[in-house]
């Protein structure tokens, strides 16, 4: 039997009618009856600026022609302005496409609560037929919710979230090419999660997350890559006010060609549980003049926490990661922070770094404080190593400090070192090329096995080469401490001198007379009770 032909009918249903396909859509969504479903590989233009508006509103593209190759069902935005409002839906589902068609082209999606509009794409994809400008605006509760998705967006892409508006990459690949602008306030949120990617390959680009706005990627494959290798863009990434940049649960940050982070106000990074975050400088720098990947001040802080932060380089260009102000870095919870050995950690002014709870240090050049020469010191910067357990290997390390700085009354750099019962950890270098700062030693928590009598010892900072004369700042001198060293005893009756050799700085600690654990104490008093009370027997008798 001879096989018949088949006419396959695209549809476009508008108030139930059947119309034609490559239909025209230029007037306002605003409840069921005017809602606009496109499916059988059929496709809508936008003509004119509308709005989806209304709890029953929606314009909908699904699904394909069934045909190999399949054709898509698919929306065209044109150089208009699309608003979603009051409930109203955009929705793209399996297999359709939304396509910007022209330059100029704006999704504005507001409201709040149950009347936030709301654009879903889901299994579909989002692509452009140009370069020019391509605007996502959302304010109040709006959703732009993109699951089991691609986009290719190209050029010209602008994020402008404020509010609690919210952008949520879900197991969804996002990549756009040059000139991407993202500027989120208010409480808005960008997400990129459970695998999903965000290829933000920038130039002349923007990326601003102000007062309590965040950007989280989160969870095994998800990926935030920033820079383009093949131009060697330097696109800035400012942090300022309350805002959170966060990678967590196994994400990762790749940052080639010299992107700038710039975090102030109270903002954070966070690279928490398995996160890797990456930088990298590729712009000609030396140890005079590095480039800056990392700036951080006010109270800001890059927290690393049982994840990864690499401070790469390209080839012998130099880089560096800067703390001023009152900013914080903090490696806890087996961190770790790797740099290349030309690479530079600054910390300055007030600012303070921590390294506890099994962390490591690799590599890098670490300064604590500022070369008088270029800068005074008028506050306490510190290098604050807690307990036994961490790794610290590093290229080289330098503490400056005024003429006049003392452990009492600090101007400049110092390295801290807090011991927990069982000790503290090693500082180890390649090289000291400067040690003016303060030594701050504190064995209040220490324990050991508190026999009386009992000495040990404590490797404080180690090198690979002598550096006696640097080290002579912070020894005893004839049983006098120096005045750039304090330590916080564990008894009043212990006795502790730092001493230098074999190109390692090291504590002799000796302990004094026991502090008695709070059993000891009950078990005193208890006898002290009984021996009372018979004694007061004794006496009525």
Do not use: C
Not at 170 to 177: E, L, R, V
Not at 313 to 331: C, E, V
């Amino acid at each position: 039997m001879k096989a018949k032909n088949l006419l396959l009918i695209p549809t476009i249903f508008v108030n139930s009618a059947l119309l034609a396909a490559n239909t025209d859509i230029s007037a306002n969504i605003t409840d069921a009856a005017s809602s606009i479903t496109i499916s059988g590989g059929d496709s809508g233009s936008i003509t004119k600026s509308i709005a989806i508006s209304g709890s029953d509103a929606s314009l909908t593209a699904t699904g394909t022609n069934g045909a190999e190759p399949a054709v898509a069902s698919t929306i065209n935005l044109g150089a208009y302005t699309l608003s979603i409002n009051n409930g109203g839906r955009l929705n793209v589902l399996d297999g359709a496409v939304f396509n910007f068609s022209a330059a100029n082209a704006n999704i504005n999606i507001s409201g709040t609560g149950e009347a936030a509009g709301k654009f879903i794409l889901n299994g579909a994809s989002l692509t452009s037929d140009v370069t020019g400008n391509k605007y996502f605006t959302g304010s109040g509760d709006a959703v732009f919710e993109f699951t089991n998705s691609t986009v290719a967006a190209k050029d010209n892409t602008f994020f402008n979230l404020s509010g609690n508006a919210k952008i949520s990459l879900d197991n969804t690949a996002w990549a756009s090419s040059q000139k991407i602008r993202v500027n989120l306030s208010g409480n808005s949120t960008f997400e990129v999660k459970n695998g999903s990617s965000y290829a933000y390959d920038s130039y002349l680009s923007t990326f601003s997350l102000t007062e309590n706005s965040k950007f989280l990627i989160t969870g095994t494959g998800s990926l935030f890559k920033v820079g383009n290798p093949a131009t060697g863009a330097a696109p800035v990434m400012s942090i300022v006010g309350n805002s959170t940049f966060e990678a967590a649960d196994n994400a990762k940050v790749e940052a080639t060609r010299s992107v700038v982070y710039t975090v102030s106000g109270s903002s954070k990074i966070n690279v928490l549980s398995g996160a890797e975050f990456n930088t990298t400088s590729y712009n000609a720098a030396d140890s005079i003049n590095p480039y800056n990947t990392v700036v951080m001040s006010g109270t800001a802080s890059l927290n690393v926490n049982a994840a990864t932060f690499k401070q790469n380089a390209q080839g012998t260009k130099i880089n560096r990661i800067d703390f001023s102000g009152n900013s914080a870095l903090n490696i806890a919870n087996t961190g770790t922070l790797t740099s290349a050995s030309v690479n530079i950690v600054h910390i300055r002014e007030a600012a303070k770094m921590t390294v506890t709870e099994a962390s490591t240090l690799a590599a890098g050049n670490y300064i604590i404080g500022t070369n008088p020469a270029d800068a005074e010191n008028t506050q306490a910067a510190i290098m604050e190593i807690r307990g036994l357990g961490n790794t610290i290997n590093i290229t080289s390390l330098a503490v400056y400090g005024e003429d006049n700085t003392t452990a009492l009354a600090q101007l400049g750099g110092g390295v801290q070192f807090i011991a927990d019962e069982d000790g503290i950890s090693t500082l180890k270098t390649v090289s000291v090329s400067e040690f003016s700062g303060v030594l701050l030693l504190d064995f209040s928590e220490f324990l050991g096995d508190s026999e009386a009598g009992k000495s040990y010892t404590f490797d404080l900072i180690t090198a690979n080469s002598d550096w006696a004369a640097i080290a002579a700042n912070l020894t005893d001198s004839e049983g006098v401490h120096s005045a750039l060293v304090d330590l916080i005893k564990a008894s009043a009756d212990d006795q502790w001198s730092v001493k230098y050799g074999a190109n390692k700085l090291y504590l002799e600690y000796i302990v004094g007379t026991p502090i008695p654990e709070p059993s000891t104490y009950a078990a005193i008093f208890g006898a002290l009770a009984l021996a009372l009370a018979a004694y007061k027997r004794r006496s009525r008798k």
